[in-house]
């Protein structure tokens, strides 16, 4: 089995679980902390998702070897892969915007949970980065569409 199916069954498995978690957990227990453990599944199906289509492209030979880091699928993605699939560049942008999410959470000073988001503070001068559900739910949304897209030029099936 190539290894584009293994990466492509990975994203799917973390956007079901970053969807789970936003539409049935959260509403239940209500806890902003949440948020943080959505942003890592969706930034894995996202990275999963580049992992599958770069995979595809080199079985085909059309890319050289990459490292397998979020900024390396990424820029490879960037140069050599998106302009002949015609990626719509907003699904780049949330892919950014996602990781750049996790790398504050990594980096910030406080962070903390208040009427229904997530606030992270990211220096001494207190710069706030406020994480809320609908935010979430759309990047979730641009992952799913981005999954969409890698399953019909890795000819994958989505499940519902």
Known sequence: MPTFSGEFQAAVRHVHVADHMLTQTYPLIRDPKLFLAIIE?????????????LEHERYHKRIPPFQDTFESKLTMLKLRVA??????????????????????????????????????????GYTLKKITSAMLKEHIAKAKKFIRTTGELCHQKVAP
């Open 41 to 53: 599944n969706t930034l894995l199906a996202f990275t999963h998702a580049m992992g599958a289509i």
């Open 83 to 124: 302009e002949r699939i015609k990626l719509d560049p907003e699904l780049i942008a949330t892919m950014v915007d996602v990781h750049a999410l996790h790398k504050m959470r990594k980096e910030c000073h406080t962070e903390f949970g208040k009427s229904g988001a997530f606030v992270l503070c990211m220096d001494e």
